[in-house]
Structures are given as C-alpha cells and as structure tokens.
C-alpha cells in the first residue's frame, strides 16, 4: 500500500499548485491533505469522501483550495489558487480505507501518509 505525493515547489503569492496524490495496493474511502510548517504542528487543509464525493476544508484554505478526485488515474488532487506565503508549508496526503465521519480533520484517524511535498510561496 502506498500514497505518493508530488506537485510542490516554489511559487509566487497569488500563484496556483497542483497537488496530486497516486494511491496504490488498495483501495479507501477517505483522503485528506494535511500540511505542515516549518516549527509549527501538522494541520488539516482539504478531505474527502471518495465514494460520495464530499468534501471538507480548513477555513483558512476556503474559496481558494479545491479537493478533487480523478478515477481514472485514482488520485486525489488539490489544487491551490491565491496562494499566500503563509500556505507554505509541506503537504502530505493522507488515506483511510474506512468512512471518517465527522472525524475527516484528525491526522490521527488516518491509517496511511503518502511523502510530503513542499510547496514555497515567495512574497
């Protein structure tokens, strides 16, 4: 079982990055994206319910960050428009092969973590 990550690098504030997350050995019901500062905890940015297509974001990322799902390719994308220097940060792609409830926004209820992948946002 693995989640791949790719998609990060530097950028300009008010720039856009693609994230994508490549899942592979099995199948899951829920993915979130999680992102981590540098000497700051991890938190939640994005989740979704793949079977429903639900989805679920941080207020600070709301109206600019998109969660999708690509079924061809089965992976699930986060696409980040006005990015701002605070959104820098490493972004890690996470799954759980069961349905998450109103639990989608705890790391903890995630059984498997993709690598991260930085994403810079100069000023």
């Known amino acids: 079982v693995q989640l791949q990550a790719s998609g990060g690098g530097l950028v300009q504030a008010g720039g856009s990055v693609r994230l994508s997350c490549a899942a592979s050995?099995?199948?899951?019901?829920?993915y979130g994206w999680f992102r981590q500062a540098p000497g700051k905890e991890r938190e939640f940015v994005a989740a979704m319910y793949w079977s429903g297509g639900s989805t679920y974001y941080a207020d600070s990322v709301k109206g600019r960050f998109t969660i999708s799902r690509d079924n061809a390719k089965n992976t699930v994308d986060l696409q980040m428009n006005s990015l701002k220097p605070e959104d820098t940060a490493s972004y890690y792609c996470?799954?759980?092969?069961?349905?998450?409830?109103?639990?989608?926004?705890?790391?903890?209820?995630?059984?498997?973590w993709g690598q991260g992948t930085l994403v810079t946002v100069s000023s």
């Open positions: 996470a799954a759980n092969p069961y349905y998450l409830g109103k639990n989608y926004a705890q790391e903890v209820k995630y059984a498997y």
């Open positions: 050995g099995r199948t899951f019901s829920h």
